[in-house]
């Protein structure tokens, strides 16, 4: 693809260390796929902010070999994917910046697993008791600086009291600020250490106690409102069940983990459950809610040969499925952990702040130093005035509140997408879907329903019989998983016969030797080049095509011998979704290898007015590279499968309806689970207010910044107003942020079409 994403999963934590408590709430351990055996997880017990994994990867961008690395903030770990030779060379790396990596031998070392959940309530619960502690001696010591002489045994008192405040507030940040600064690293916690260390040395011990409290306890708020962001797709594996009622040997029934049901097993489900695996029915019909995977609202009717998918609902009948998906392979994980690699690719703005923090960290404590060493000079303040208004800034000017800003707001517009089912493969895609201008739409199966019928056929050829010519075409037909090929199977419903040296011919039909004749099934195109086409059978083909139906020859060596004309009707909703992506300024266009009449036909009822028909793979391919010349930003939405180079060259591609298609997972950049073709529109949308959204944040962020850093110098404000602003300032980007997440749960404004309602994920789940 044009960006490839990070293999692993990696976790949104906050820039300014949750380490107070464990405040931070334990995360599912890194996936650790192995290849050679050399994808190894470590815990690295000073890595919690995204800051910190920036100075990782920049550690590790001289070593050579590293495949991928996976980082999970909340839990503190790394997964570096690379060959075992390589891995010594990059912890060497690593620990050269300060940090000390320690393996994981264990999932449960990461600090999951069982009880994970009862773990981040402890931790948090151990947080809160502990500030509010280092509060009640920050408020004693402030106190004492008010209300008790000012005798030196009072003095002492208040800077014990102090100390013991900042001591239960601090000791981390501390911990990692000296560390920090021992390594060169100037970061948020190397500004906190230096500055409450500062103003406890000029005598502001009470006020130092009572910043350290507060801005403790406003991370610990702070890594909680981050913790929704992180987990807003980790609760969609609530949806699959834990168990699953599984057929014995013997025919008995017995309930047993669904981790443990293995491919081929028949499972049972009743009215009213939730399917704990994918697979196909083999037994019973109902109507399954499948909202949760694919965001269609109406019930799906399932009976024998129907798929279906974990963490979908059961409505009515009892149905038995043969699993053809383990747990961990179920369409449902793929989706979470689809998004979890998201999470981790790095989004352009994301890229823009991370290096702007980078420069802006270090000219902070520059200017704190001018303004500490020249102020006295330049104005009329005393050193220990200078000195204060240094240490002001140096609280203003933490980074966190500009630096968490992008990967909560980009982790919630990627929940938000998922939940409408809309599955987005990066940030970068997120972001860059504001700017398409133009979309590329497949006819088959995007724009149409994508399931032909056989509507008529006829001899040709006067030299044979009719049921000759439907038992051969019916036998290359069914060796084909095109739409076309299935509908003429179907349509036919005749037994077959054994065809040799069968051979598809991509973007023109089939060929092979059915009892040791060859015989092609085709398109005009096919026909054409084969040099068989006449004008009768050119005027025959004209009247077919002009109604909208793909027409499929069967040719011998020497003539053409039968016509197939097959119709997919246009999907009631695509108009109305050409429709909303037109009112955002973005141009349809439909690329289809059907034959041009057909492709006009459809594409006038749909209201596309560029319609480029008779295309062959690397004719769309070519079609993709024009409209990007001639519009700018372009997608392209098909399958996944036979419009692969089209989706790769496309700037953003789109696989419609790809619920359990591993291609389609793995060709698109952004699936779309189930076929409604609203949601490209919604992606667009959702993109823009992600766009809008990060903008405010990072405004709002280095606004204030600016508005303090004046006050500081020239107003007098204190370093209780500057840890105020600075993480309320924080609070309320990710609260900000997180307004996204509601953008999940709403309608689209256009309604459905009155005979298909829309597929509504939203009215499904609240």
């Not at 036998?475 to 005749?494: C, E, Q």
């Not at 060859?518 to 026909?527: A, F, W």
């Amino acid at each position: 693809m044009k960006n490839p994403q990070p293999t692993l999963d990696k976790t949104i934590a906050s820039c300014c260390g949750h380490a107070h408590g464990h405040t931070s709430q334990p995360t599912d351990p890194p996936q650790m796929p192995r290849k050679n055996g050399s994808a190894t997880a470590y815990r690295i017990a000073t890595m919690d902010c995204s800051a910190e994994e920036s100075e990782i990867r920049r550690a590790l961008e001289p070593v050579t070999g590293i495949r991928s690395l996976g980082f999970q903030l909340g839990a503190r770990t790394l997964v570096i994917d690379a060959p075992t030779d390589v891995l010594p060379l990059a912890l060497t790396a690593i620990r050269k910046i300060g940090f000390d990596p320690k393996e994981i031998s264990k999932p449960g070392d990461s600090g999951d697993g069982s009880g994970a959940h009862s773990d981040q309530e402890h931790g948090f619960s151990s947080g809160i008791t502990r500030l509010v502690f280092a509060l009640v001696f920050a408020f004693g010591a402030e106190s004492l600086s008010f209300l008790a002489p000012d005798t030196q045994p009072w003095q002492i008192a208040g800077m014990v009291i102090a100390v013991i405040g900042i001591w239960l507030a601090g000791l981390d940040t501390y911990m990692k600020g000296f560390f920090a600064l021992r390594h060169g690293k100037l970061n948020i916690n190397a500004l906190m250490t230096v500055a409450v260390t500062g103003a406890f040395l000029i005598g502001q011990w009470a006020e130092a106690a009572m910043v350290m409290a507060l801005y403790a306890i406003a991370e610990l708020i702070e890594a909680r409102a981050v913790d929704r962001a992180r987990n807003a797709i980790k609760g969609l594996l609530d949806l699959a069940p834990e168990t699953a009622e599984v057929r014995q040997t013997g025919g008995n029934w017995h309930v047993m983990p669904a981790k443990d049901v293995s491919l081929g097993t028949i499972v049972r489900i009743k009215p009213g459950e939730r399917v704990a695996l994918d697979g196909t029915v083999t037994a019973g019909a109902s109507a399954i809610n499948q909202a949760p995977v694919t965001g269609e609202s109406i019930p799906v009717e399932k009976t024998i040969g129907d798929p279906v998918f974990a963490g979908t609902i059961n409505e009515s009948g009892s149905l038995e499925f043969e699993v053809t998906a383990v747990a961990s392979d179920s369409t449902l994980a793929r989706i979470i952990h689809a998004v979890e690699q998201a999470q981790g690719s790095r989004a352009p703005t994301q890229r823009f702040v991370d290096k702007f923090s980078a420069i802006y960290t270090p000219a902070v404590f520059v200017m704190a130093l001018a303004v500490a060493l020249a102020g006295p000079l330049l104005f009329d303040w005393t050193w220990l005035q200078a000195i204060y208004k240094a240490l002001v800034l140096l609280v203003i000017a933490c980074p966190c509140a500009l630096v968490i800003s992008t990967p909560v707001t980009v982790v919630s517009g990627l929940a938000a997408a998922a939940r409408r089912g809309i599955l987005i493969k990066g940030g970068t895609y997120l972001e860059e879907a504001r700017k398409l201008k133009a979309v590329a739409l497949d006819k088959t199966g995007t724009i149409t329903s994508g399931k032909p019928e056989l509507v008529e056929w006829e001899v040709i050829s006067p030299n044979v019989s009719k049921q000759h010519v439907a038992a051969i075409a019916a036998s290359l037909a069914s060796r084909s998983d095109h739409p076309v090929s299935k509908a003429i199977t179907v349509g036919l419903n005749l037994s077959t016969h054994d065809v040799d040296a069968f051979e598809a011919l991509p973007g023109r039909g089939v060929k092979g030797a059915v009892a040791g004749e060859d015989y092609v099934l085709g398109n005009h195109r096919l026909i054409e080049e084969r040099e068989q086409c006449s004008a009768e059978l050119e005027a025959l083909l004209k009247i077919h095509e002009e109604a909208g139906r793909t027409v499929t020859l069967l040719a011998s060596n020497e003539t053409v011998l039968a016509l197939f004309a097959v119709a997919d009707t246009i999907k009631a909703s695509s108009r109305a979704a050409i429709a909303d992506l037109k009112a955002l300024g973005v141009t349809s266009v439909m690329l289809t290898g059907d034959n041009s009449a057909t492709a006009r036909t459809i594409g006038h009822q749909a209201g596309i007015e560029d319609v480029r028909g008779n295309l062959l793979p690397q004719d769309k391919l070519a079609a993709i590279q024009e409209m990007q010349k001639h519009y700018g930003l372009t997608g392209m939405t098909g399958d996944g499968i036979n419009d692969a180079p089209a989706l790769a060259q496309a700037d953003i591609g789109f696989a419609m309806g790809a619920a359990g298609t591993d291609i389609a997972m793995e060709a698109a950049d952004v699936v779309i689970m189930n076929d409604d073709l609203h949601r490209i529109a919604t992606t667009v949308e959702l993109s823009r207010k992600t766009h809008a959204v990060l903008w405010q944040n990072i405004s709002f962020a280095i606004g204030i910044k600016v508005v303090f850093f004046y006050l500081a110098i020239f107003s007098g404000a204190t370093m209780w107003m500057a840890v105020f602003a600075d993480m309320g300032a924080s609070l309320l980007v990710v609260a900000n942020g997180l307004r996204l997440l509601r953008s999940g749960k709403k309608a689209s404004a256009r309604p459905a079409p009155a005979d298909e309602p829309r597929a509504d994920y939203e009215r499904s789940t609240g």
